[in-house]
């Protein structure tokens, strides 16, 4: 089983940037499509974005597209999240997730279809 690592998360104003990272280790990350989840407080975990094993197909959640960026170094083990324009409903603890399903260039964004997922990391956008 993969073991996922968050970082990069903090606090920023609105308006600001941050980057994510989700370092992977335990097995060959470039096999599987990989996902961004966050949860915000008082909510249920919610998709955000998702990348094919090759990182060539990149889906998003609505609320996140033309702002979020997905990205993967399958030579690093690792995916990134770069998130621009932060708004403060975008407070939330960010989650990577390792996709199950074999056919990685469709979207899945149901919870069930990831496992291997991080700790989280604590994104905070003040207004």
């Known amino acids: 089983q993969v073991q996922l690592v968050e970082s990069g998360g903090g606090l920023v104003q609105a308006g600001g940037s941050l980057r994510l990272s989700c370092a992977a280790s335990?097995?060959?990350?470039?096999?599987?499509?990989m996902g961004w989840f966050r949860q915000a407080p008082g909510k249920e975990r919610e998709f955000v974005a998702q990348?094919?094993?090759?990182?060539?197909?990149?889906y998003y959640a609505d609320s996140v597209k033309g702002r979020f960026t997905i990205s993967r170094d399958n030579t690093k083990n690792s995916v990134y999240l770069q998130m621009n324009s932060l708004k403060a409903e975008d407070t939330a603890v960010y989650y990577c997730?390792?996709?199950?399903?074999?056919?990685?260039?469709?979207?899945?964004?149901?919870?069930?279809?990831?496992?291997?997922w991080g700790q989280g990391t604590q994104v905070t956008v003040s207004s």
């Open positions: 335990g097995r060959t990350f470039s096999s599987r499509a």
């Open positions: 990348i094919s094993r090759s990182g060539g197909t990149t």
């Open positions: 997730a390792e996709g199950k399903f074999s056919i990685t260039t469709v979207l899945h964004r149901a919870e069930w279809e990831y496992d291997s």
